[in-house]
C-alpha cells in the first residue's frame, strides 16, 4: 500500500513541479495568437474551453492501453509501478506537452509534418505512412476491444459483430462532423464514467484492505511466468504504454492544439492528462496485483484464460461493486477505448488532408478521405485481435521514440536544454530496437544480441546529437559581429 500511495504522490508531483520545467523550457506564451484563432475554420480549428479541452485529450489519449496494459504489466510485479512513475513523468509527459505545443506554433500541423521540419523530408515521408498505419490499428483494436466487452454485458442477440457496426457508425460520425458537435458534447459524459471507474476501483481497494505488493530489493524482480522469455527489458516498457509513454498520443495532442486559445493551457491539457492516465494506470496494476492474493496468483489467472485481460477486468469490476457498479465501471472501461478509436479516424484524416492540402471545411472533401479509411479500418477487424494487439504496441512506441527524437532536435535547434527530450529519446531507442529483435512476434534472436543492437542505435542517436550540437556552434562562430542579416 505505501509504493502505492507513494507512486500516486510522485505523479501528482511530477505534474507541479516537473511540468513547469518543461513549459518553460518550451517557453509558452499567453499573448501569442493561436491557430484556433488565426486559422478557425467551425470544423476542426475551433476555441473550446479549458475544462473539456483537457477531458477531450484525456479520452482520446487513454484507451484500453492504461487499463488492460496495466493488467499485463502487473504480470511483471511491483516494477510495474517504477515504469508508470518515471515513464509518465520524464517520458510521456515531455512527449504528450512538445508534440501538442509544436502542433500550437506550427498552425495545428500533424506530427508528420512537424517530424518533416526537424528530421527531413525522408523521415515526414517516413511517418506519414507510419502514422496512419498505427492510426488504422489503433481503430480497429478500439473497434473489437469494446465490442467485446459489450457483447459480454449485454442480450445474447446483440452480437459482436452488432456492435462492430454499431461503433462503426459512430466512428464514422464522429470524424467527419465538426469537433464541438458530437465529441465536444459527449465527452464529458463519458469522461465521468471514466473516473468512476477509476475512483470506484481505486476505493474498494483501500476499504477491502488488498494487500498490494511492496517495491523492496526482494520483490524489485522479474516475477512474469513466462521467466526468461519475458525479460523486464524491454517487455514491461512495451506492455505499459498508455500509461507511461505512447506514440499515439502525438497523433491525438494536435486535435487539441487547434483547439486552445492559450498557449499556457498546454500544461494541463497535454502534460497534465498524461499524469491522469499514470495514476489510472496504477490503479490498475495495483488492484491487479492485489485481487486474486498476488502477482504470483494474477499470473495463474491470466494464463489459464490466455491472457485475457478483458475477463480480468470484468471479475475486478463485478466483484468489487456490485452489479450496477460493475455496469457503470465497464462503460468505463469501455468509453476509454471508443474514444481513442473515433479520434484515431479523425486525425488519420487530418494527417491525410495535411499530406494532400485538401481543405477539410466542405463535407465532402471529409467523406473523400474518410470512406476508404473506413473500409481499411474494417478489413483489420477480420484478423485476430491478439496480432493486431502485438503490432499495435510495437508500431505504438516506436513512434514515441520518433517524436522524442523529433523534440531534441527542435530542442538542439532552438539552443534549449536539450536533455530533458534526448535522454528518454535514448532510453526508448534501446527498448524498441531490443525489442524487435528478441519478442516472439519478432526475430527472436538472443537476449545479447538484441541489447547489443539497441545500445548500438542508440549511441547512433547520440553522435548524431553531438555532430549536430557542433555543427551548430561552428555556424554560431561564423556569424560576423553584430549578427545575421
Aim: hydrophobic residues 55%; proline residues 5%.
Amino acid at each position: 500500500m505505501i509504493t502505492f500511495l507513494l507512486s500516486v504522490a510522485a505523479l501528482v508531483a511530477g505534474y507541479f513541479i516537473y511540468s513547469k520545467v518543461v513549459e518553460k523550457v518550451f517557453g509558452a506564451d499567453a499573448s501569442r495568437p493561436t491557430p484556433a484563432h488565426t486559422l478557425a475554420d467551425g470544423v476542426d480549428f475551433v476555441v473550446l474551453p479549458g475544462w473539456k479541452m483537457f477531458l477531450i485529450q484525456f479520452l482520446n489519449i487513454a484507451g484500453l492501453g492504461p487499463i488492460f496494459g496495466a493488467v499485463a504489466g502487473a504480470l511483471w510485479g511491483p516494477v510495474a509501478f517504477v515504469w508508470i512513475v518515471l515513464g509518465s513523468i520524464f517520458a510521456g509527459g515531455v512527449h504528450d506537452y512538445f508534440s501538442g505545443m509544436l502542433s500550437v506554433r506550427h498552425g495545428g500541423e500533424s506530427i508528420t509534418e512537424i517530424t518533416g521540419r526537424y528530421l527531413g523530408r525522408g523521415a515526414k515521408q517516413f511517418m506519414r505512412l507510419f502514422s496512419v498505419v498505427l492510426l488504422l490499428l489503433v481503430g480497429a483494436v478500439f473497434i473489437i476491444g469494446p465490442a467485446k466487452i459489450l457483447h459480454n454485458m449485454t442480450s445474447s442477440w446483440m452480437t459482436e459483430a452488432w456492435w462492430v457496426a454499431l461503433i462503426f457508425v459512430y466512428y464514422f460520425l464522429s470524424t467527419v462532423l465538426p469537433i464541438d458537435q458530437l465529441i465536444g458534447r459527449i465527452y464529458p459524459l463519458f469522461g465521468s464514467a471514466l473516473l468512476f471507474m477509476a475512483v470506484g476501483i481505486g476505493g474498494m481497494m483501500f476499504a477491502r484492505e488488498l494487500p498490494i505488493p511492496e517495491l523492496t530489493l526482494h520483490s524489485f524482480t522479474n516475477q512474469h511466468n513466462g521467466g526468461a522469455a519475458f525479460p523486464v527489458f524491454p517487455m514491461l516498457f512495451l506492455t505499459i504504454a498508455c500509461g507511461a509513454i505512447s506514440g499515439f498520443h502525438a497523433t491525438q495532442s494536435p486535435m487539441m492544439a487547434r483547439c486552445m486559445s492559450n498557449e499556457k493551457q498546454g500544461r494541463r491539457v497535454f502534460y497534465g492528462a498524461m499524469i491522469t492516465e499514470g495514476v489510472v494506470a496504477l490503479i490498475w496494476a495495483a488492484i491487479s496485483m492485489s485481487f486474486f492474493g498476488g502477482v504470483k496468483e494474477l499470473n495463474g489467472v491470466m494464463s489459464s484464460n490466455g491472457g485475457n485481460a478483458a475477463l480480468v477486468v470484468n471479475e475486478i469490476a463485478n466483484s468489487l461493486l456490485g452489479r450496477v457498479g460493475a455496469v457503470l465501471a465497464l462503460l468505463g472501461v469501455v468509453a476509454a477505448p471508443i474514444t481513442s478509436g473515433d479520434t484515431a479516424f479523425r486525425s488519420a484524416r487530418l494527417i491525410i488532408a495535411d499530406l494532400l492540402k485538401y481543405e477539410q471545411r466542405p463535407l465532402l472533401n471529409r467523406l473523400w478521405i474518410s470512406v476508404p479509411l473506413f473500409v481499411a479500418g474494417f478489413g483489420l477487424t477480420l484478423v485476430d485481435f491478439a496480432v493486431v494487439w502485438r503490432y499495435f504496441a510495437f508500431s505504438n512506441q516506436a513512434l514515441a521514440t520518433v517524436v522524442l527524437w523529433v523534440v531534441t532536435a527542435y530542442l538542439v535547434r532552438e539552443r534549449k536544454p536539450y536533455i530533458i527530450a534526448l535522454v528518454p529519446a535514448l532510453f526508448m531507442t534501446v527498448v524498441v530496437v531490443s525489442y524487435i529483435l528478441i519478442a516472439p512476434e519478432g526475430l527472436r534472436l538472443p537476449l545479447p544480441v538484441g541489447y547489443t543492437a539497441g545500445f548500438l542505435m542508440a549511441a547512433v542517436g547520440l553522435t548524431w546529437t553531438v555532430i549536430t550540437i557542433y555543427r551548430g556552434s561552428l555556424r554560431l562562430q561564423r556569424v560576423p559581429v553584430g549578427g545575421e542579416k
